[in-house]
């Protein structure tokens, strides 16, 4: 079975600070894991994915993810926030390869950003 | 390209009514597909997912079911509606090692 335990379901952060949201992931075989942005009233918008290559992985809108197997974690960073990236943000994983039909989602962090 | 088209953006019905939400996905073959449920707070749910036509999972005992009747097509249908369906509504799909691609979502008022 797998899991995703996202820390925080709100965080703010200050224009131009850096944005750092929480993952941790639980999987009985090597995971696939995503991050999702989602915006008021929307559907969810893939930020980045890790399926196995390089550990750090960069996505859109300045965003990147580091896998560390050793930590379980996916974390989500940005350097500099802008007023844009207030929205949720959710972590998944799913199983690798063919049997990988199931994401599972984190409950999502919410960011405010402030001016 | 592909796309997911999904409909209607918004539905305000009553306790007891039926319910049908239709996604449709365009430029690709032989996708999964799913139906996830948000609440207020409560993150995103695994309702239904499908593997092909015909083909439906169940992930949570509820008050809805889904259909599959055509290869790019995924229903979702209640015969009676309860408060506690209320909720904002995403359809997705993906093929094998890829990222879910999601719909815009209905918001679901149940009255």
């Known amino acids: 079975a797998q899991s995703v335990t996202q820390l925080g379901s709100h965080v703010s952060v200050s224009e131009g600070a850096l944005v750092l949201l929480r993952c941790n992931y639980s999987s009985s075989v090597p995971p696939y894991l995503f991050w999702y942005v989602q915006y008021p009233n929307q559907g969810l918008q893939l930020l980045l994915k890790?399926?196995?290559?390089?550990?750090l992985v960069k996505g859109i809108n300045g965003f990147e993810a580091e896998f560390k197997k050793s930590e379980t974690s996916f974390h989500l960073t940005k350097p500099s926030a802008h007023m844009s990236d207030a929205a949720e943000y959710f972590c998944?994983?799913?199983?690798?390869?063919?049997?990988?039909?199931?994401?599972?989602f984190g409950g999502g962090t919410r960011v405010l950003v402030k001016p | 390209s592909q796309t997911i088209h999904q409909w209607p953006a918004t539905l305000v019905q009553p306790v007891g009514s039926p319910l049908s939400l239709e996604c449709t996905v365009e430029?690709?073959?032989?996708?999964?597909l799913y139906w996830y449920r948000q609440a207020a707070g409560r993150g995103l749910q695994l309702l239904f997912y499908s593997v092909g036509i015909g083909q439906i999972s169940s992930e949570v005992p509820q008050n809805l079911s889904a259909s599959r009747p055509q290869d790019r097509q995924f229903i979702l249908s209640s015969k009676k509606l309860l408060l506690s369906d209320s909720g904002f509504y995403l359809c997705a799909w993906r093929v094998v090692g890829s990222p879910l691609h999601f719909g815009n979502g209905t918001r679901l008022t149940v009255t």
């Open positions: 890790y399926t196995s290559a390089a550990t």
């Open positions: 430029g690709t073959s032989n996708p999964n």
């Open positions: 998944a994983v799913s199983e690798s390869g063919a049997a990988g039909n199931k994401l599972t």
